[in-house]
């Protein structure tokens, strides 16, 4: 009534599918475990570079103008920025920094300036517990000064009585300050002033 032998064709080929599904499903499965490795890789990628976006920020604690007379006019040409790390924000090399500084006077300028020392206009002065010739920021406690002289950098107005700047620092990583600062009523030739 039945016969082994068909029995034993279908056992092997419920065998062969069963071995097939195995198969399928073990690099199937293998496919998804790599595709989750790399996802976590970029996803934690991500999150450390938005990290470091949002935390990697500098503060600038004062900006000072010395005034020097020119050609019957005496205005601010040289601006000294106090630069230290914000709460939290990891170490920040100043040569890989960059400054947008805008006046805002009887013409307006702006201009783009590249935290490397050699830039025309811009060098730095350690201030606070940094040696000789260092310029990365790795404490809050670190003080660094970015001196621009404005005469120095292309599409850039010294500052006259009155007149506003505005200066922003970015981070490598991105982080951005900016500060509006305003030049004093009156000034006078080989004076420093701390802009308000």
Do not use: H, W
């Amino acid at each position: 009534m039945f016969s082994t032998t068909e029995r034993g064709q279908v056992g092997i080929g419920t065998l062969i599918v069963f071995i097939a599904m195995v198969l399928v499903a073990a690099i199937a499965s293998g496919v998804l475990i790599t595709t989750a490795g790399q996802l976590q890789s970029q996803a934690s990628q991500t999150g450390e570079e938005t990290t470091s976006q949002v935390s990697d920020i500098l503060r600038i604690t004062d900006v000072i103008g010395t005034a020097n007379e020119s050609g019957g006019t005496t205005e601010i040409e040289t601006l000294e920025i106090k630069v230290r790390l914000a709460s939290g924000a990891d170490a920040v090399e100043m040569n890989e920094t960059s400054y947008t500084i805008a006046t805002m006077g009887d013409t307006n300028a702006a201009t783009v300036v590249s935290g490397n020392e050699s830039t025309t206009g811009l060098s730095y002065n350690q201030s606070q517990g940094l040696a000789d010739g260092e310029t990365t920021l790795s404490d809050q406690d670190q003080v660094i000064i970015a001196k621009l002289d404005l005469t120095e950098i292309d599409e850039i107005n010294t500052l006259a009585a009155d007149d506003s700047v505005s200066i922003s620092i970015e981070a490598p990583a991105g982080g951005r300050t900016v500060t509006e600062k305003q030049a004093p009523g009156q000034l006078a030739d080989g004076s420093s002033y701390v802009l308000s």
